[in-house]
């Protein structure tokens, strides 16, 4: 890569910060049902970080984009990331650890919309190579739930916590160690006016909304299927890999994204990853017990997130002018964290009452319905490689 390019404390951020994820989305209901808490308060408490997201990386992004101070606010919300975190060492009541969740995420949400704006700030005209820099991410992520599947094969889930604020520290560590960058004005960014303005343009309300959608129908996954999977015989161990491999197909996704964003345009991509979506969700909640079905389900990670979230970050970078690219991925992580905590708590609630295949199904359904609003109304922006 371009040798200005600080390419290795980038992706160090990112290995550290999705290490985090990995260590959060498969093992947090665990530690909660470890607790002793029922299905309902576990969704009730994996959704509380979730519902931080509609409002912190608003705040931040609208104070990153006036201050211009994007990688203070990173600094700055890592490290409070990790001290309020730590106060979870201090009781496991329900209230105790809402407080904590929501404390922790509030600062958590604040860092990663920030960085983005930095890394395609410090990429430029390359931004199609991205995915080349955030594939370490899913990297950090395959540590992760490898690492503690294995672990928490061996030793009782009490040592979680302790798990969780090594890898803050990483995140804490690897942001002091980024440079900063600022976005480049373009031409064009003197004529579109403000923040709602530019929000007001053909196809982004529908992009935002199928953002949102998509996330909820993610629900039953980030919630729950590390208890499904236990459910139907499934060891600890073996769920990590399992969650693993969705995140290396993931990667392989990755590295061949450049090449799919020169060839196809933006909406293609995220209709595709819609509907691919929707069918991974019902192999997961009907067919999970079947090995070879399982396996070909988490492969579909590669679209469920991979081809969606990349394509999104190229969406927002050219539908902002670079004042507002921190809100707009301030928007953007706000209706996944949105879509996100709607989506744990109707998983919570429906979880024992309807069980796995309904919820799942139900969550099928809402993929179906942001592929819909893609397809007629976002509107069809053409290929990367003519940035």
Known sequence: MNGALPYWRLSGFYFFYFALLGATAPFLALYFDHLGFSAARIGELIAIP????????????????????????????????????AGIFISH??????LIMAAHAFFWHAVLP????????????????YSQ????????????????????QR??????????????????ASSFWVPNAQPQSRPEDGHVGGFLRQLRRPGVLAFFLSVGLMQLSNGPYYTFLSLHLEALGYGRGLIGMLWALGVVAEIVLFL????????????????????????????????AEHLP??????????ATFGSFHAASIHFIQRSFADRQQGQGQALYATLAGIGGALG???????????????????????????????AWGMHEQRPVHHL
């Not at 912190?56 to 606010?73: K, T, V």
């Not at 700030?121 to 931004?127: K, S, V």
């Not at 079905?293 to 590669?302: D, E, F, G, N």
Request: overall charge positive; aromatic content about 12%.
């Open 133 to 152: 820099i955030r594939l370490w991410g899913s990297i950090g992520f395959i540590v992760a739930v490898v690492g503690l599947g294995q672990l928490f």
């Open 344 to 374: 744990a708590l109707y998983s919570g609630y429906s979880w024992n009452s309807l069980g796995a295949p309904a919820t799942f199904a139900i969550a099928s359904l809402v993929a179906l319905a942001a592929a819909a609003v893609c």
């Open 93 to 98: 009541s329900y209230a105790w650890l809402a």
């Open 114 to 129: 920030q960085f983005e704006v930095i890394t395609l700030a410090h990429l430029r005209e390359q931004a199609a190579r």
């Open 256 to 287: 061949f994204m450049a090449r799919l964003l020169t060839r196809y345009r933006l909406r293609t991509v995220l209709l595709a990853s819609f509907l691919i979506t929707a069918l991974r969700w019902l192999l997961l909640g009907n067919l």
């Open 50 to 85: 979730m519902l931080m997201r509609c409002l912190a990386p608003n705040l931040w992004g609208w104070l990153g984009d006036r201050s211009g101070q994007r990688l203070a606010i990173v600094r700055f919300g890592a490290i409070c990331t990790l001290l309020c975190f």
């Open 155 to 172: 030793i009782s889930l009490d040592a979680y916590p302790w798990a969780l604020i090594l890898i803050m520290a990483g995140i804490v």
């Open 293 to 302: 079905i399982l396996l070909l389900a988490q492969c579909m990670h590669a």
